[in-house]
């Protein structure tokens, strides 16, 4: 936990993770535009915005009761680094239950001094504060709840106003005066968020976790009814094994049944765990099929904990196995330093009682860092594991014999699947054309989902659709002729999932100019982990909107508890081959480069979790992208990315970009420029950290000479 405090004018941020938290004040607010970061205090920035008077409010109010520290939740968390944010989120209820004292700032409540309670009475019961969702756990959790005005005025308490508070929000005296919650039902307490809003309709679900004492991924996109179903049966499941599946089961999922029935008698066969793999081209449904068989475990065998993990990178492998260690109650899972792998791997290894399920999706990758995938699996009778990828040498490696090929959909089972995510119920007299349809679309899960919602948001007829995708494929066929922007094409564009996008795609370019930008960007960097802020726009809700078209033509994963997006890798792979069929794939690259370069932070320690997660980006553009003449943003984006690649330890992959950094400084600006300089002492370092003394020797030799040449024998460069 992160707390703030001001050392005289300076506001000062301190971590106390594995120290003793003093006594704290939490402010409780509503957001607005220009709120203080938590990056905004490293830069020492914070004055800049807005939000600093409510910062300024928070500590005079505490220092007046006597309380040096206090937190904010816009710059007490560090939004980039994904383990604290997932820690924080989950740790929330229980920080403002142990604050001293809670200020709630209304800025949508002014009070004139002396003001009378009928003055501000009206405007007090009206404010948006009361209709939030969580801002319903900022106002139940702690014991001391203080109302202000948006002059800074105190308004009154949650014991002096407990009869309005009551009034306007619903919640029982017994509750607001802290009294245990556990003698209100379930239904009870998730009725007292009936009346609230919130920004993404599954927070309707999230903002209760603490509340019911529950704790659940929050993901999006499914819906508030999905979300609420998850809720239900974590709830149903409190006194069961443990387990974490941050996907509620899909109620559209149909067909599979013989591959289920396999997995389901193989995974745990004779009560001795297995190892199994789901091959199969990218949007057959492998990842729906495995979520499947991960819900039916868990509803089938109370005794069995299972795990979803994200197998697509190290990054995502280590978050998840860190989400199974605090799940589990592992000792050490809050050390900042335990490798989480091996504690989840020890503990599971252990033959206790429990069976365990580990099912990871993606699995892509054999070799992982250091590590081989095989080494993310404890050997135990009592662990099964269930692997999705696209990589027949991986699934064979990983679980020969026993790999399933995915192969394609029935002609009913794609009917039913249809059927069930087209909003309006299919005649007789269309289900010849959803036959047609489906036969063109090659009964692919994920060109099945894409037509459907364009079919929802448009409200079009099959027959209608159809004819969309004739004249897509027809128009792709007659482009075929002219040759790619870079030589031959690089992905088949005449696909179902590419013709399905492609039309969806030629709908967004005439409706939302933003949309498409986004899009071109996404398919310039890693699709994985987009983060929004990459994406410029006039305001947050602007970029949402945006956003959430993208969302609703199913092109995208959104994911706003990170504040990012993912593409599917064939929606990834068609956007680039548009881009280069248009000439337009270098310059949205750029176009890239630019944005990376605006965001990527300095060489500062503190940001070191921004630049992780901007890395697999950076360096993805970097590679597909040419240097110009005069350098320009890619070369200052290169210098960016190789300090913080250096100060990662990562000296392979630092050196490389090093090396291009100094030669492109040298053609560029000449051997005799600062910039040119300054890498050689940075290409040097690298080698003097790997032990390279010689080459670490010759090349700050040769920097010398030139300092000494062009600055002088005492100039302070030289001497350094």
């Known amino acids: 936990m992160r707390l703030l405090h001001f050392n005289g004018e300076r506001l000062v941020s301190t971590d106390f993770r594995g120290k003793t938290i003093p006594l704290y004040a939490i402010l409780s607010h509503r957001w607005g535009n220009s709120e203080v970061l938590h990056e905004d205090i490293a830069a020492g920035t914070y004055k800049e915005k807005a939000g600093y008077r409510k910062i300024e409010f928070c500590a005079a109010q505490a220092a007046r009761n006597g309380l040096q520290y206090f937190w904010v939740d816009t710059c007490c968390i560090n939004k980039w680094d994904l383990r604290e944010l997932s820690k924080a989120i989950n740790s929330m209820f229980r920080w403002y239950k142990d604050a001293a004292r809670c200020y709630v700032f209304l800025a949508d409540v002014s009070v004139a001094t002396d003001a009378p309670q009928s003055a501000w009475e009206t405007s007090f019961l009206a404010s948006e504060w009361f209709t939030r969702g969580w801002t319903l756990q900022e106002l139940i959790a702690p ?54 809003n919130t920004t993404e309709q599954e927070d309707a679900v999230y903002c209760l976790l603490g509340i019911l004492d529950v704790t659940i991924p929050a993901t999006y996109g499914d819906g508030v009814e999905r979300a609420w179903r998850r809720l239900q049966t974590e709830l149903e499941a409190a006194r069961s094994a443990p387990s974490i599946i941050p996907f509620s089961q899909n109620d559209q999922f149909v067909g599979r049944e013989s591959q289920l029935a396999e997995l389901e008698a193989k995974l745990f066969e004779y009560n001795r765990a297995t190892k199994m793999a789901i091959v199969g081209p990218p949007g057959t449904g492998k990842s729906q099929l495995a979520l499947e068989i991960a819900h039916r475990a868990r509803q089938r065998n109370r005794n069995c904990c299972v795990f979803w993990i994200d197998a697509s990178d190290t990054v995502s492998l280590y978050r998840s196995y860190e989400s199974i260690a605090q799940k589990l109650g592992i000792p050490g899972w809050d050390d900042e330093k335990a490798d989480s792998r091996q504690l989840v791997k020890a503990y599971l290894g252990r033959n206790g009682e429990r069976q365990y399920l580990l099912v990871f999706d993606n699995a892509d990758d054999m070799s992982l860092g250091s590590n081989d995938l095989s080494d993310y699996v404890p050997q135990s009778e009592q662990c099964a594991a269930l692997y999705t990828t696209t990589n027949r040498d991986t699934a064979k490696e990983l679980a020969a014999p026993n790999v399933l090929k995915l192969k394609e959909m029935s002609l009913s089972t794609a009917q039913r699947m249809l059927a069930n995510y087209i909003r309006a119920p299919l005649s007789p007299s269309e289900q010849q054309e959803a036959q047609l349809l489906l036969h063109e679309l090659s009964y692919l899960p994920l060109a099945i989902v894409q037509a459907a919602a364009y079919i929802n948001i448009r409200g079009i007829t099959l027959q209608q659709y159809r004819l969309l995708v004739a004249r897509q494929i027809e128009a792709v066929l007659g482009h075929d002729s002219k040759p790619p922007e870079n030589g031959p094409q690089e992905h088949d564009i005449t696909g179902p999932v590419a013709t399905t996008l492609l039309i969806s795609l030629d709908q967004i370019c005439r409706d939302n100019d933003l949309a498409t930008i986004y899009l071109s960007l996404a398919a310039c960097v890693d699709q994985k982990d987009i983060l ?3 994406l410029p726009a006039a305001s947050p809700r602007e970029r949402e909107d945006a956003v959430k078209v993208l969302s609703g033509y199913r092109l995208v994963t959104r994911r706003p508890a990170e504040t990012s997006l993912d593409l599917h890798q064939l929606v990834y792979r068609t956007l680039q081959e548009w881009l280069r069929r248009q000439g337009q794939l270098d310059e949205w690259t750029g176009n890239a480069v630019k944005e990376l370069y605006r965001i990527f932070p300095d060489n500062d320690h503190s940001s070191r979790s921004k630049w992780r997660r901007l890395l697999p980006h950076a360096k993805y553009v970097l590679m597909h992208s040419s240097v110009g003449k005069k350098g320009g943003d890619r070369l200052d984006l290169a210098r960016k990315c190789a300090m913080a690649l250096y100060n990662d330890g990562r000296w392979v992959e630092a050196e490389q970009l090093e090396v291009q950094v100094m030669e492109t400084s040298s053609r560029v600006f000449g051997k005799e420029h600062p910039d040119t300089l300054t890498s050689m002492a940075n290409l040097a370092s690298i080698y003097r950290n790997q032990g390279r003394w010689k080459e670490a020797e010759q090349l700050q030799a040769n920097e010398l000479q030139i300092c000494s040449r062009v600055l002088g024998d005492e100039h302070p460069d030289t001497l350094t």
């Open 143 to 196: 014991t001391s709840v203080d109302f202000f005005s948006c002059e800074g005025r105190w308004i009154g308490d949650k014991t002096s106003l407990e009869l309005l508070v009551h009034k306007t929000t619903g919640i029982p005296v017994e509750a607001l005066r802290n009294g245990p919650l556990d003698k209100f039902t379930i239904d009870e307490r998730k009725g007292w968020a009936k009346n609230r």
């Open 532 to 534: 929004l802020d990459l």
